[in-house]
């Protein structure tokens, strides 16, 4: 069978991969001059940043990619265990530094933030542990079959109950929500339209950590193409997709400024919003914003709790942005690299909002690059951060990974439960099996 993969983000090139190693004939087709989406790296004046994730939850899913689809990750590039996976520094001048791998840790972090938090937490991650696997099992790793699916597993997909209301029921201290809904307002999610589910997300990081590559996680983006070449993947960049061809129900082909390329199946795994015949089918979703990124090189060293985290947030006050810092990429020797990620309009310039919050970089940014919701969208062909979360019914409106069309499939951020290398590695797992072998 000839697949058409449309997308060459992590997501399609998981797909790819697998299908290819399924025994398909596959074309991955990318706008872009090189693959990766927002898995990739950006090199100014001798700076590389990471674009987009530069720390991974749930390795195995990188790891099981790699397994089936030839030789292991480790033959390839080493993913890194993260200690600190999130440093929060809050406005009344307290922190937290959330650590993965260890609830007992976790319990003694939250605890130092005001007694009996640190049970409030735990309480709160421990009931999550069964819903992670009720939902694994029977909606992230194999297609959603109601005839298979455990009772349990579409009682929580169909159930009202958000995050926010969990988090009031949950917590004694808005803290602790701001911990726990910091992946998702970080993507643009209002926590009352997020289900409560998707909570698991704190269970996942404290049962196994977040991961990285030494040198910046973006660096992925190049393992995997080599693998796509391997598996003989017949990868067209800088060649954008227009529209699908659609007759009689089922998918014949996709439309580039080429030509047709006919396919027996496609995947799609951009935004499927950019497609005329598929705009129908989603009309009641839209596609999540994107943040202000500002790439900072900096000479010196980074402060020693910024350069220690994953991530550090750092939390405003009503009305001022929070600013997310990450430092995946590399520098020359005696500098550092800093990636400042916000929403919203800017209330100042970014070094001098960094100082006041206790990241003085004044006096030592020798290179900087803004990078606007605008440019970045540009850059990717749409948000990386997949489908706005408007409560439970966002599940069903979205495609993936089957579709109403015959023959067609979706991948990626827009077809899964949200965005993240988890998620959308898994979906290029649900349309190989979804296709099954060749
Ligand atoms: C700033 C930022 C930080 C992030 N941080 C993390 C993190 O720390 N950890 C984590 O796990 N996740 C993170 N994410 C999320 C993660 O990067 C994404 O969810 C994931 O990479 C999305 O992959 P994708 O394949 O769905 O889409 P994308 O990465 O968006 O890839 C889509 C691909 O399709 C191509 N394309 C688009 N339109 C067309 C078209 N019409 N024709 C042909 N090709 C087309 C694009 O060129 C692109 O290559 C972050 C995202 C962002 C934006």
């Known amino acids: 069978m000839h697949v058409v993969v449309v997308g060459g983000g992590f997501g399609g090139m998981a797909g790819a991969a697998r299908l290819a190693k399924l025994g398909h004939s596959v074309t991955l087709l990318d706008r872009a001059p090189t693959l990766g989406g927002a898995l990739g790296q950006l090199t100014h004046e001798e700076f590389t940043f990471d674009t987009g994730p530069s720390t991974t939850l749930l390795p195995a899913v990188v790891r099981d990619l790699f397994r089936k689809s030839g030789r292991p990750l480790e033959r390839e590039v080493e993913l890194v265990p993260v200690e600190v996976i999130r440093e929060h520094r809050f406005t009344d001048g307290t922190s937290l530094s959330l650590t993965g791998g260890s609830r007992a840790a976790q319990k003694h972090a939250f605890e130092a933030l005001g007694a009996g938090l640190g049970s409030q937490w735990v309480a709160y991650v421990d009931e999550l542990g069964e819903v992670w696997e009720r939902v694994r099992k029977d909606y992230l790793e194999r297609p959603w079959d109601p005839a298979l699916a455990h009772r349990d597993a579409a009682a929580l997909l169909k159930a009202r109950t958000t995050l926010a209301r969990t988090f009031r029921r949950a917590f004694g201290d808005d803290r602790l929500a701001l911990v726990a809904g910091h992946p998702f307002t970080a993507e643009g999610h209002d926590l009352a339209r997020v289900p409560a589910w998707l909570g698991t997300v704190s269970y996942v990081e404290q049962k196994f950590g977040a991961w990285t590559v030494e040198g910046g996680l973006g660096g992925l983006a190049a393992v995997l193409t080599k693998r796509l070449a391997t598996r003989k993947v017949d990868v067209r960049t800088s060649t954008p997709v227009h529209d699908l061809v659609v007759s009689d129900g089922r998918v014949r082909a996709v439309r580039t400024d080429a030509g047709d390329v006919e396919a027996d199946a496609v995947v799609c795994a951009v935004d499927p919003h950019h497609f005329p015949a598929l705009r129908p ?30 991530e550090t947030v750092l939390h405003g006050r009503s009305g001022e942005p929070t600013l997310v810092l990450r430092h995946g990429g590399s520098a020359p020797d005696g500098h550092a690299v800093l990636t400042v990620q916000h929403r919203g309009p800017a209330t100042g310039d970014v070094v001098e909002l960094l100082a006041r919050r206790g990241v003085d970089l004044r006096g030592r940014v020798v290179t900087r690059l803004e990078r606007s919701p ?48 988890p998620f959308t590695g898994l979906s290029g797992s649900l349309v190989a099996q979804a296709i099954g072998p060749a």
């Open 281 to 310: 089918l989603v009309r009641r979703t839209t596609s999540t914003s994107l943040p202000t990124l500002t790439h900072l090189g900096v000479a010196g060293e980074l402060p020693a709790w910024v350069a220690a985290a994953g």
């Open 374 to 421: 605008a440019d970045l969208a540009e850059a990717w062909g749409g948000s990386p951060l997949g489908m706005q979360w408007r409560g439970r019914a966002t599940v069903r409106r979205r495609l993936g990974p089957t579709t109403p069309v015959a023959g067609l499939y979706a991948a990626g951020a827009h077809a899964t439960p949200g965005a993240g290398l």
